[in-house]
């Protein structure tokens, strides 16, 4: 598998810019970040030790950030502790990662 992100997501009426790889400068052991202010969600490609991460932890990155920006507009937050976002990212990441599933970018 190879892990292409969009380049941006729109969710509500926030357009979020998705940067991978990005480069955690003050916190290498970060994986992702989302930031409200400036409509930016940051995937990192390397963990602490500068090793590669595995493409199912970017996909995953990507949609426990992506779930930030969901619960942020359409829930008020209320769904927003790192629990629920990372199991809600690892169930979609893992219908994303083993059903083929139509493009429907195009
Ligand atoms: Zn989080």
Do not use: W
């Not at 290498?28 to 490609?45: S, V």
Request: with cysteine; aromatic share 14%.
């Amino acid at each position: 598998m190879s892990v292409t992100f969009p380049e941006y997501v729109q969710v509500g009426a926030h357009k979020y810019k998705v940067i991978f790889p990005y480069v955690f400068r003050e916190d290498k052991g970060l994986y992702g970040q989302i930031d409200y202010a400036i409509n930016e969600i940051r995937i990192n490609g390397v963990d602490s030790n500068g090793i590669k991460l595995p493409d199912t932890v970017l996909v995953t990155t990507f949609f426990h950030e992506l779930f930030h920006a969901i619960s942020n507009v359409f829930t008020n937050r209320e769904c927003n502790n790192e629990r629920d976002i990372e199991a809600f990212a690892q169930g979609l990441a893992q219908v994303f990662c083993s059903a083929q599933l139509p493009d429907v970018t195009e």
